[in-house]
């Protein structure tokens, strides 16, 4: 185990569904991401929080909807989804902003498995 | 503006012989430069970091890199492949360490395969 869980890992749902990924990291750390990884493409930046705060939306559709009531703890809420979501979403976490001054780095979960049928 | 080329998409060695897996960067400053690696089902973890100390930077599991400014590059080495080495490895570039926040650019990953 890393120190960042998400859950569930494996998700399948329809187009008309309302589903949450959650993620919790109990390693003290400050910010936390969302990011998409899909076959045969890199990583995808999708949100960013900073102590709370979003930092970064990397211009992600509103059926993504991402919410961090605190340091410790990310949701990202799904509703009216398309087949081209289904991928893993993977959650990291790191002390400070990830690649600023202090090499803060990404410490990642193990996804969650997204199909959207 | 930032970015990363792995120069492979797949790897294939056997077990007990050298891993090379290649990285190209392009960025404006000093960068910052990582390697992580993703066993199947799990998510990415951080082999080793760039901080622009030392240029070659040792990992965990006996890996290696080094940061060759006149090159751009950032190739992964390791001197005999293990089994468990299988897994995909993602080349990452990003601001430089005393600079501020920006965003982290993965390159597309190298799957590395190691028969017996």
């Known amino acids: 185990e890393t120190g960042v869980t998400q859950t569930p890992r494996h998700l399948v749902m329809g187009m008309t569904n309302k589903k949450s990924l959650k993620c919790e990291q109990h390693?003290?750390?400050?910010?936390m991401y969302w990011y998409k990884q899909s076959a045969k493409k890199p990583l995808e930046l999708m949100f960013v929080?900073?102590?709370?705060?979003?930092?970064e939306n990397n211009s992600v559709p509103s059926r993504f909807s991402p919410e961090c009531p605190n340091s410790s703890h990310l949701f990202l809420h799904l509703h009216t989804l398309q087949p081209e979501d289904s991928a893993l979403y993977l959650c990291?976490?790191?002390?400070?902003?990830?690649?600023?001054?202090?090499?803060?780095?990404?410490?990642f979960g193990a996804g969650s498995r997204l199909t959207v049928l | 503006a930032q970015s990363v080329t792995q120069l492979d998409s797949h790897v294939s060695v056997s077990e007990g012989t050298p891993v090379l897996l290649r990285c190209n960067y392009s960025?404006?400053?000093?960068?910052?430069l990582f390697w992580y690696v993703q066993h199947p089902n799990k998510g990415l973890q951080l082999l080793l970091k760039?901080?622009?100390?030392?240029?070659l930077v040792k990992g965990i599991n006996g890996f290696e890199a080094e940061f060759k400014k006149s090159e751009t590059s950032f190739h992964l080495t390791k001197p005999s492949a293990h089994m468990s080495d299988a897994a995909e490895y993602f080349c990452?570039?990003?601001?430089?360490?005393?600079?501020?926040?920006?965003?982290?650019?993965f390159g597309a990953g190298t799957r590395l395969a190691v028969h017996p």
């Open positions: 960025s404006s400053y000093s960068p910052s």
């Open positions: 990452v570039v990003g601001p430089s360490f005393s600079g501020g926040y920006n965003k982290l650019i």
């Open positions: 929080y900073n102590f709370k705060e979003q930092t």
């Open positions: 990291a976490s790191s002390q400070g902003l990830a690649g600023g001054g202090g090499a803060n780095v990404l410490t």
């Open positions: 390693l003290g750390h400050n910010a």
């Open positions: 760039y901080t622009s100390a030392a240029t």
